[in-house]
């Protein structure tokens, strides 16, 4: 079931996004499921002003990121590890030994995908934060990936590359061809989603994760069959709703 927020720019998406994750970070334990892109970049910058400001601490947080590309070092200036350390986990108090990221960068990947879903059936999820890719992805779960999905190796369409060729200095041929992600099932685990998008470029997405037939063209629609999300978007995201 969907609740929708609307936002008139990114900064006040960003501000209604902080609104529903905050009361989770009170929790005793929260566990939080994190994304990279630039959708969550803005959330990130606010939980950190309110950790400075206002003492909020992290210590009590355990952090799962939703993927890593794979063959990038974890020091690689494009690795999400990189990237939510920089945009997140710096700026805050939350313990490394609360931070879990899937390895990108090892040998046995079939090996890492069961280590890490074995750490993530250990922990439920409180908040899933995540954006949706404008072909409907969500974390790199691409058209076509099975429901019934758990952590695993994803290639990435090349639409999404191109999408995130602007990381990487706009040339596609540098973006990672396969990447390790938490499949559809692992994250429909989550106690609450929160999806975050604005923009254009998502609206056809958007509309097919909360209107579309439920499908696996479209791996957003699972959400449809979740009790529990939030949508923050702005008006351009929300166009074809
Ligand atoms: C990133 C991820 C992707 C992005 C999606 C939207 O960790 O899992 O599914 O959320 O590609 O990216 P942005 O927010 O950059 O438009």
Known sequence: MFSLIYGDNYNAVSSEAYKIIRPFID???AVLGLVTGSSPIGLYKKMIADHNANGTSYRHVVAF???????????????????MHENLFDGLDILPANIHLPHGDVDDL???????ESILRENVIDIQVLGIGSDG???FNEPGTSFDSVTHVA???DSTRRDNARFFGEMVSRVPKKAITMGLKSIMRAEHILVIAYGEKK??????????????????????KHPNVTVVLDRAAASRL
Request: aromatic letters at 8%; hydrophobic letters at 30%.
């Open 203 to 224: 609206a056809e997405a958007v509309r097919g994760m909360m209107q579309g037939d439920i499908c696996e063209q479209c791996p957003a629609s699972i959400l449809q």
């Open 155 to 157: 290639s990435l369409e």
């Open 27 to 29: 929790k005793d334990r």
């Open 110 to 116: 079939e090996a890492e995908c069961a280590r890490y």
């Open 65 to 83: 990121g939703l993927d890593e590309y794979i063959g990038l070092p974890r020091d690689h200036d494009q690795s999400y590890w990189t990237f």
């Open 137 to 139: 992805h969500i974390g």
